[in-house]
């Protein structure tokens, strides 16, 4: 049996004005899992967050956590009891210090983790008397994470965790990421990020969005064995084939060569490729990188 | 918690506004010894026009301690000044933080729109009360400095005239602040509203009845009756105005 959702959205749309920033985002995240939610700057991630949390109001669609309709006030309230959330300017009160932040906090979440408090103020070596105006990026982005992590949640809903962020800080935003995982209790992790690399290392699953869709989803590992690219070299210029096999995302026609990425594994585009009669023939390994450039270019080509 | 953040967020303004008032009210109290000895020096025919028509009448009502109190503490220092700081105290709305620093944070909590508006406006309003009350039994415990007296209920239905009107001013930088995403536009039209309303009773009603008339409890010091009336108005428009406050909240995207 597949897991129970913790995150489902159908058709959901976001309209501001003349700009419609999410257009029929489709989205479904199983419990348990760590998703990285992978896209451009403006290509919806901040909105369809904000509409999980029941921040902004989707023009159109449905939107549902943990079974309950974001949207509703009751629903959006139960939401939030069991997120965690980081926003992408690791918006906090300035006036606080860390520890009233802290303190604050914890008093609206009954399952508040007084242990990982604890172990976070010291592994983050947060100064509990200064004011968070006076932290630096990196110390608040650490702080927020703390926020986030304590309160005991089902889900963590961590909105660009690493921006602005030098790749030393970052690396142990992941690390904390990762190891709050690891230690079993199935909270659902829901990030957002342009960095691709980052979600390649912590995410077992992974939707890319662009222009407020989602272009690809799946399991990591899924995506890497179902996605390849095949290059089919001529001896003269390649010929201007359609390649009608399910599953061809792109062609790419470059004088003598044909670069046709696949999201159904490559034997079937192989087959087709044979047809043409081709000098050469290869399939080459792809990455996420590849995957999230070619799932864009695609649907810019759309 | 929630009542202490909101108290953190306009502390200041709250007590900058309270050192302010008192000021003020101790002021009147103080130059009222002054206003004596200048009190011969105005003609008792007065001048000619409008001008002049004024001075008369300030005069007149300074020749008794609580005239002047009236005239220049509750009807015109102290009206003006709580009515900035009423718009003060409700710009930023619920986010009374710089730029609304801090409201996705708010907004992922487990907390209902309308209690964290609720919070916010319980504690604006009782800051509210206590600068238009406090200040006004400044008057009553400064007077026997200055060899006078003026009666501590009579300072009471003042202030409660000061916080009655104050509140709709109030509510409205409330409401203006839920609509609009800085914390200039709310202020400026607030004031901008209180200074429209200031001229129409300057110019169209001499009656004490507008808003401006109640916060001075301008019937009550001539007629020694509670303006029932206003205060009920006055209170029927802050709810009017804090639950369209309400219902923008409730609806608006961040």
């Not at chain 2, 001499?206 to 409890?217: C, D, H, K, Q, Y």
Request: glycine content about 10%.
């Amino acid at each position: 049996m597949a897991d129970p959702l913790t995150i489902e959205t159908t058709g959901v749309r976001k309209r501001y004005g003349g700009v419609e920033a999410v257009r029929g985002l489709d989205l479904a995240v199983p419990a348990g899992s760590l998703c990285g939610f992978l896209g451009r700057n403006g290509a919806g991630k901040t909105t369809t967050i904000k509409i999980l949390l029941g921040m902004v109001r989707p023009t159109g669609g449905a939107a549902r956590v943990f079974g309950l309709p974001a949207d509703a006030p009751a629903g959006s309230l139960a939401i939030r009891r069991r997120t965690g959330y980081v926003s992408e300017e690791k918006d906090l009160y300035d006036y606080m210090t860390v520890e009233e932040m802290v303190r604050f906090t914890a008093r609206f979440f009954p399952r508040w983790r007084r242990d990982l408090e604890q172990r976070y103020l010291q592994r983050f070596e947060l100064p509990l008397v200064a004011r968070v105006k006076a932290l630096s990026r990196g110390t608040r982005t650490m702080l927020a994470l703390l926020l986030a992590l304590c309160r005991g949640a089902d889900l963590l809903i961590l909105d660009e965790p690493t921006a602005g962020l030098d790749p030393a800080v970052a690396e142990d935003v992941l690390q904390a990421l990762v190891a709050h995982v690891a230690s079993g209790d199935g909270t659902t992790v829901f990030f957002s990020s342009h960095q691709i690399a980052e979600v390649e290392q912590i995410a077992d699953r992974v939707a890319v969005v662009d222009r407020g869709r989602v272009v690809v989803s799946g399991l990591l590992d899924d995506l890497r064995e179902r996605y390849c690219r095949v290059q089919i070299v001529f001896d003269g210029a390649a010929p201007e084939a359609a390649f009608r096999t399910p599953g061809v995302a792109r062609v790419q026609r470059t004088g003598r060569v044909l670069t046709v990425t696949s999201s159904a594994g490559a034997g079937p585009v192989l087959a087709e490729a044979r047809t043409l009669g081709p000098a050469s023939v290869e399939v080459v390994p792809i990455t996420l990188k590849d995957i999230f450039l070619e799932s864009v270019a695609a649907q810019r080509e759309d | 918690m929630l009542w202490y953040k909101a108290w953190l967020e306009t502390r200041w303004r709250f007590l900058i506004g309270l050192l302010v008032l008192v000021c003020s009210a101790a002021a009147t109290v103080f130059t009222y010894p002054k206003v004596l000895q200048l009190l011969p020096l105005v003609p008792p025919e007065g001048a000619g026009g409008e001008l002049g028509r004024r001075i008369t009448e300030a005069a007149a009502l300074a020749r008794t301690y609580r005239g002047f109190v009236w005239s220049q503490g509750f009807g015109q220092d102290l009206m003006r000044m709580v009515t900035l700081f009423a718009a003060l105290l409700g710009v930023g709305g619920v986010f009374s933080g710089s730029s609304g620093a801090g409201s996705l944070f708010t907004l992922s909590m487990p907390v209902s729109r309308n209690r964290l508006l609720g919070t916010r406006t319980a504690i604006g309003l009782v800051e509210l009360l206590v600068l238009a009350i406090g200040p006004a039994l400044v008057i009553p415990l400064l007077s026997p400095a200055v060899g006078q007296r003026y009666a501590i209920d009579e300072a009471l239905v003042h202030g409660v005239c000061l916080f009655a009107a104050g509140s709709a001013f109030f509510s409205l930088a409330m409401l203006l602040s839920t609509i609009f995403s800085d914390a200039w536009r709310p202020l400026l039209v607030t004031l901008a509203i209180a200074l429209v309303l200031a001229f129409c009773g300057q110019v169209f009603d001499g009656s004490g009845e507008g808003i401006f008339g109640l916060m001075a409890g301008d019937v009550y010091f001539r007629t020694g009756a509670l303006p029932w009336w206003g205060l009920a108005i006055s209170a029927g428009t802050s709810g009017l105005l804090l639950y369209g406050a309400a219902a923008t909240f409730a609806r608006r995207d961040f």
